[in-house]
Nanobody, 115 residues
Framework: QVQLVESGGGLVQAGGSLTLSCAAS????????IGWYRQAPGMQRELVAA???????DYADSAKGRFTISRDYAKNTVYLQMNSLKPEDTAVYYC?????????WGQGTQVTVSS
């Protein structure tokens, strides 16, 4: 079992920055791929960025150059640094953990970008 707790969401003006945190706990956390997904109203949930247990990263095209995902193994925490935020980044952001067939989700944190 893995527990994921997101924090750091909020309201920010366009062009601003936010850093989301995902605190993870559980026996497989250190060997899991951790990802950030987002879901806007009426839209499907989509991958924003992910980082493997080895530190390899993957980004959605919309996040490249603006967002950075990082991982603190000592704290079992994954961060999503978001810069140059746009109104279209407004969504609920979810943390996700994947190891083989085991998939877990956090409760989500709201990010709202005003124009």
């Amino acid at each position: 079992q893995v527990q994921l707790v997101e924090s750091g969401g909020g309201l920010v003006q366009a062009g601003g920055s936010l850093t989301l945190s995902c605190a993870a706990s559980g026996s497989t956390v250190s060997i899991s791929t951790i990802g950030w997904y987002r879901q806007a109203p009426g839209m499907q949930r989509e991958l924003v960025a992910a980082i493997s247990f080895g530190g390899s990263t993957d980004y959605a095209d919309s996040a490249k150059g603006r967002f950075t995902i990082s991982r603190d193994y000592a704290k079992n925490t994954v961060y999503l640094q978001m810069n140059s935020l746009k109104p279209e980044d407004t969504a609920v952001y979810y943390c996700n953990s994947r190891f083989r067939s085991y998939v877990y989700w956090g409760q989500g944190t709201q990010v709202t970008v005003s124009s």
